[in-house]
T-cell receptor
Framework: EAGVAQSPRYKIIEKRQSVAFWCNPI?????LYWYQQILGQGPKLLIQ????????DSQLPKDRFSAERLKGVDSTLKIQPAKLEDSAVYLC?????????????FGDGTRLSIL | SQKIEQNSEALNIQEGKTATLTCNYT??????LQWYRQDPGRGPVFLLL?????KEKRKERLKVTFDTTLKQSLFHITASQPADSATYLC?????????????FGTGTQLKVEL
C-alpha cells in the first residue's frame, strides 16, 4: 500500500511569512495526526483528526497555527505568521481506526527553516 | 512533573551483540507503550506495541519489556547489525485524559559498528 505522502519536503521562509504543508494519509485511514519534531527531540502532537473532526488540538498554538481535513482525507497545516522557534520537521501520520493502541504510519515530513 | 527519559547519549555496540535501550517515565500511567525507529531525514516507523498487562513482546530479533511498577520499558535488539543503526523512540499511549494520542520520548541513537 502507498504510504503517507507529504509535501513539500523542504521549505525556507523568513519570519512573519506564512507557509502551508500538505498531507495525504494512507487510503482508508480514519485518523490523521500532525506532529512537530524539533531537532534532537521526539515528535510532539499538534492536532489529531478523526475523519474530518478534531479530536485533540490542545498543543496547537492557535494564534498562528491552523489545520483542516476536508472530506476526511487530505489535510493541510498552516503557520501564519511564522516565528524563528517554528523551525522544525512537521510530520503527518495516520492510523486505520479510532483505537488508541494502533500503530501510526508516518510520512517523511516537511523540514521548515525560518530565517 | 511528567517526564519520559531515554538514554540521551548515543549507544555504540559491536555487531552481533545485544543492544538494550531504556525508556523510563515519571508521573504517567500508560495503558500501552510503542517503540518506533527513525532514520535521518525519515519519519518514524512502528516496531512493537506492548500493553500494560503484558510483560514481554517479541518480534524476530526484537524484544520489549514493560514494567509498570518500575515505570520502565526495555527494548532489546539481539544479534545487532550495522543496518540497525538509527534513533529509537518510545511513545506512551492511553494516558489518563489523553485519549488515544502518543507522547514520545526524545529517542536514543544506536550505532552498530563492524
Amino acid at each position: 500500500e502507498a504510504g503517507v505522502a507529504q509535501s513539500p519536503r523542504y521549505k525556507i521562509i523568513e519570519k512573519r511569512q506564512s507557509v502551508a504543508f500538505w498531507c495525504n494519509p494512507i487510503s482508508g485511514h480514519a485518523t490523521l495526526y500532525w506532529y512537530q519534531q524539533i531537532l534532537g527531540q521526539g515528535p510532539k502532537l499538534l492536532i489529531q483528526f478523526q475523519n474530518n473532526g478534531v479530536v485533540d488540538d490542545s498543543q496547537l498554538p492557535k494564534d498562528r497555527f491552523s489545520a483542516e481535513r476536508l472530506k476526511g482525507v487530505d489535510s493541510t497545516l498552516k503557520i501564519q505568521p511564522a516565528k524563528l522557534e517554528d523551525s522544525a520537521v512537521y510530520l503527518c501520520a495516520s492510523s486505520p481506526g479510532t483505537g488508541g493502541n494502533q500503530p501510526q504510519h508516518f510520512g517523511d515530513g516537511t523540514r521548515l527553516s525560518i530565517l | 512533573s511528567q517526564k519520559i527519559e531515554q538514554n540521551s547519549e548515543a549507544l555504540n555496540i559491536q555487531e552481533g551483540k545485544t543492544a538494550t535501550l531504556t525508556c523510563n517515565y515519571t508521573n504517567y500511567s500508560p495503558a500501552y507503550l510503542q517503540w518506533y525507529r527513525q532514520d535521518p531525514g525519515r519519519g518514524p516507523v512502528f516496531l512493537l506495541l506492548i500493553r500494560e498487562n503484558e510483560k514481554e513482546k517479541r518480534k524476530e530479533r526484537l524484544k520489549v519489556t514493560f514494567d509498570t511498577t518500575l515505570k520502565q520499558s526495555l527494548f532489546h535488539i539481539t544479534a545487532s547489525q550495522p543496518a540497525d543503526s538509527a534513533t529509537y523512540l518510545c511513545a506512551l499511549g492511553g494516558l489518563t485524559g489523553g485519549g488515544n494520542k502518543l507522547t514520545f520520548g526524545t529517542g536514543t541513537q544506536l550505532k552498530v559498528e563492524l
